[in-house]
């Protein structure tokens, strides 16, 4: 699937709320970024730019705006959904 399609699929997914979060990027990237769960489903929401990290896993590096509307960088897996692997 190219970035494009891959950036549709992502902003769909989590404007339908198909997103979770592993437990480092809850409890250790979200923390220390000071993150919280509706800067990730607004960047998710409104993605802007993605490009493959592991084609194998279905692993994409996706930007977007938080909710101050500074970029934030996640990676995440698309499965069944969006599992947010790190937030950075």
Same mark, same amino acid.
């Given at each position: 699937?190219?970035?494009?399609?891959?950036?549709?699929?992502?902003?769909?997914?989590?404007? !339908?709320?198909?997103?979770?979060? /592993?437990?480092?990027? @809850?409890?250790?990237?979200?923390?220390?970024?000071? +993150?919280?769960?509706? =800067?990730?489903?607004? !960047?998710?929401?409104?993605?802007? /730019?993605?490009?493959? @990290?592991?084609?194998?896993?279905?692993?994409?590096? +996706?930007?977007?705006? =938080?909710?101050?509307?500074?970029?934030?960088?996640?990676?995440?897996?698309?499965?069944?959904?969006?599992?947010?692997?790190?937030?950075?």
């Amino acid at each position: 699937m190219g970035s494009q399609k891959t950036l549709e699929l992502i902003r769909g997914l989590a404007a !339908a709320g198909r997103i979770r979060l /592993s437990w480092h990027a @809850e409890f250790e990237s979200m923390v220390e970024r000071n +993150v919280g769960w509706r =800067d990730v489903r607004k !960047a998710l929401t409104n993605a802007h /730019s993605c490009r493959v @990290e592991d084609a194998e896993k279905s692993k994409w590096r +996706v930007k977007g705006p =938080d909710m101050d509307g500074d970029d934030l960088a996640l990676v995440v897996i698309v499965e069944d959904g969006l599992l947010v692997v790190t937030v950075f």
